[in-house]
């Protein structure tokens, strides 16, 4: 089992910065592969962005120059910074973990962001 904690979520204005952190716990030995989600009132849950163990990162076209993933291995955390946040950036945001070549997954509770205009 693997736990994740989201937090770091909040109010913010457009143009503004927030960094979001994602901590996992249990058996993390098991995970090498960590992405974010988000999913905005009434629509789909969206993938923004993956890390590797190995630290290799992927990102959503449209969070791409703004969002970063990262990763601190020693406190089994990620994090995703967000920068340049906008309106349609409003979302509960979700970390998910999980081991590439199976079907299963670990999940957050997520945090909520909003972005005021």
């Known amino acids: 089992q693997v736990q994740l904690a989201e937090s770091g979520g909040g109010l913010v204005q457009a143009g503004g910065s927030l960094r979001l952190s994602c901590a996992a716990s249990?058996?993390?030995?098991?995970?090498?592969?960590m992405d974010w989600y988000r999913q905005a009132s009434g629509k789909q849950r969206e993938w923004l962005a993956t890390?590797?163990?190995?630290?290799?990162?992927n990102y959503l076209d449209s969070v791409e120059g703004r969002f970063t993933i990262s990763r601190d291995s020693a406190k089994n955390t990620v994090y995703l910074q967000m920068n340049s946040l906008r309106p349609e950036d409003t979302a509960v945001y979700y970390c998910?973990?999980?081991?590439?070549?199976?079907?299963?997954?670990?999940w957050g509770q997520g945090t909520q962001v909003t972005v005021s205009s």
């Open positions: 249990g058996s993390t030995f098991w995970v090498n592969v």
């Open positions: 890390i590797t163990d190995g630290g290799s990162t």
């Open positions: 998910r973990a999980r081991r590439r070549g199976t079907s299963l997954d670990y």
